[in-house]
């Protein structure tokens, strides 16, 4: 269908960049894979979790990084391009320095797109195959991943339809995907058409497809720009936000129907707000009592308060980001931390997470990466160790 290319040093060059003095290699810690807008870099921080110490290993691969993400047992990072025919490319990652090794390349499109590259990447549960979202050509891939990491081909290309007012707008943009719960859908938040598209997903061959009548889709707002979506645990909640207009939308979910309802809308923007107006991104903590949101426009962090039974939110706290525009942000596999990729101050910033709560305290903690946009955690195996989610 589309073909596997094969590792090209003169697209993506491994490299370990000089670390300081006092950064001595350890196992002892996680590795934070830092993806960088327009720089062409992939940058590596070693994290002591006990600490909330960060130490900088500086760029570890010279590659266009849009979007990546690491497999969550192999010790291999995957990296989205931004090039026009969207490239995803593998890397093994060296536990002991955080060097990058490329191990193999894949080209999601044919065509050359006219704008923009891949917007996403993530792995479905079982890790089998990544779901790809291309920003420029509006278009939703699954590509294979076999059982030592490697990419094995893409499984399914499906392309998005319609357009939105904004001048941002002008085509389809898809932006996020998500398998729901019963695996037998996939969401798709597309940017420029202003819906969430619903796509049929066969768990067995990871291929997406549109059916006779095309696939399902959830309006929103015209102008609104989805961006991110995010299931509940429960299954039947999923979050939804829009760039914008930076709000958040709680839908309910109908496995059964395959169909999104609007339950309630709020905005991530302050009641004073002036100026632009973007939202950025969006997580769930692993106990689903809390939802964040980054606001781009205001340079602030949002936390909201889940209703166990409703899924409906509350908002409990406002708070800069320490930086300017907070592209995205992640939770630490552990709970306790969040790091927020400050992509226009050039810093990756430490936010300490509360228990109970899930309220947010800026530590002062902070990596200097040029344009950060993405970041990914690698926890090494030491033996003996506890491995925060993996049981």
């Not at 958040?248 to 991530?268: E, F, G, H, K, N």
């Amino acid at each position: 269908m589309l073909t596997a290319l094969t590792a090209s040093a003169a697209t993506a060059v491994p490299l370990l960049g000089a670390a300081p003095a006092d950064a001595v290699p350890s196992r002892h810690g996680d590795l934070l894979y830092i993806g960088t807008w327009a720089q062409g870099q992939v940058h590596a921080v070693r994290f002591d979790a006990d600490r909330g110490a960060m130490t900088p290993l500086g760029p570890v691969a010279e590659v266009s990084s849009n979007w990546l993400t690491v497999h969550p047992t192999r010790p291999v990072l995957y990296v989205a391009g931004g090039e026009q025919t969207g490239f995803v490319r593998a890397f093994r990652i060296n536990d002991d320095s955080g060097a990058l090794r490329q191990v193999g390349e894949i080209e999601t499109e044919t065509v050359p797109a006219s704008s923009g590259g891949l917007a996403y990447i993530g792995l479905t549960a079982d890790s089998k195959a990544l779901l790809v979202a291309h920003f420029g050509a509006g278009s939703a891939a699954t590509v294979l991943v076999g059982a030592d990491g490697g990419l094995d081909g893409v499984a399914s290309r499906v392309l998005d339809t319609g357009s939105g007012p904004h001048p941002r707008q002008l085509g389809p943009h898809a932006h996020h995907m998500v398998i729901d719960p019963s695996r037998r859908f996939a969401l798709v938040a597309d940017f420029g058409a202003d819906r969430v598209f619903v796509y049929d997903y066969d768990r067995t061959s990871h291929r997406l497809s549109a059916g006779a009548d095309g696939p399902g889709a959830f309006a929103t707002a015209p102008g609104s720009g989805p961006r991110r979506l995010a299931f509940h645990p429960d299954g039947r909640t999923v979050y939804l936000l829009n760039e914008l207009t930076a709000d958040l939308q709680v839908l309910r979910w109908d496995a059964r129907r395959s169909t999104l309802t609007s339950r309630q809308t709020l905005t991530t923007n302050a009641p004073d707000h002036l100026g632009p107006t973007s939202a950025a991104e969006l997580a769930i903590s692993h106990d689903g009592r809390h939802v964040y949101t980054s606001n781009r426009g205001e340079n602030t962090l949002v936390v909201h308060a889940t209703d166990p039974a409703s899924g409906r939110l509350t908002q409990v706290q406002r708070l800069p980001c320490s930086g300017d525009t907070p592209w995205s942000f992640s939770l630490h596999p552990g709970g306790r931390w969040m790091f927020v990729a400050n992509e226009a101050s050039d810093t990756v910033n430490l936010f300490r997470v509360a228990p109970g709560s899930g309220r947010l305290t800026d530590t002062g903690t902070s990596v200097a990466v040029p344009h950060p946009d993405c970041i990914g955690f690698r926890t090494p195996h030491v033996p003996g160790r506890h491995v925060p989610g993996r049981g």
